[in-house]
Nanobody
Framework: QVMLVESGGGLVQPGGSLRLSCAAS????????MGWFRQAPGKEREFVAG?????FYADFVEGRFTISRDNAKNTVYLDMNNLRSDDTAVYYC???????????????WGQGTQVTVSS
């Protein structure tokens, strides 16, 4: 198990930007695939972005988000630009032993951070 703590959420206007961070307490952090998921009210939790040796994204990201990691700091980031109202959700960081888009393959989850996009 990996302990994960997200930060950086908040209220932003449409077209704005946010950076989410996820700090992990884990040995050999670099061996884990990391992912960001999100869950809007009344909807299923969905994959947003993942990274192990390379980054991969959900189609709806459309080049607006960038996932990155700093293994020296045991931290993964999600830079979100050109935010839209439909990006409003709780964003979760998760860790996996395999590179995956599937929620079931992630064994450790953070508590989530709220992102609200509204004017």
């Amino acid at each position: 198990q990996v302990m994960l703590v997200e930060s950086g959420g908040g209220l932003v206007q449409p077209g704005g930007s946010l950076r989410l961070s996820c700090a992990a307490s884990a040995r050999a952090f670099s061996n884990y695939a990391m992912g960001w998921f999100r869950q809007a009210p009344g909807k299923e939790r969905e994959f947003v972005a993942g990274i192990m040796w390379s980054a991969f994204y959900a189609d709806f990201v459309e080049g607006r988000f960038t996932i990155s990691r700093d293994n020296a700091k045991n931290t993964v980031y999600l830079d979100m630009n050109n935010l839209r109202s439909d990006d409003t959700a709780v964003y979760y960081c998760a860790a996996s032993s395999v590179q995956s888009r599937e929620r079931g393959n992630y064994h450790s989850w953070g508590q989530g951070t709220q992102v609200t996009v509204s004017s």
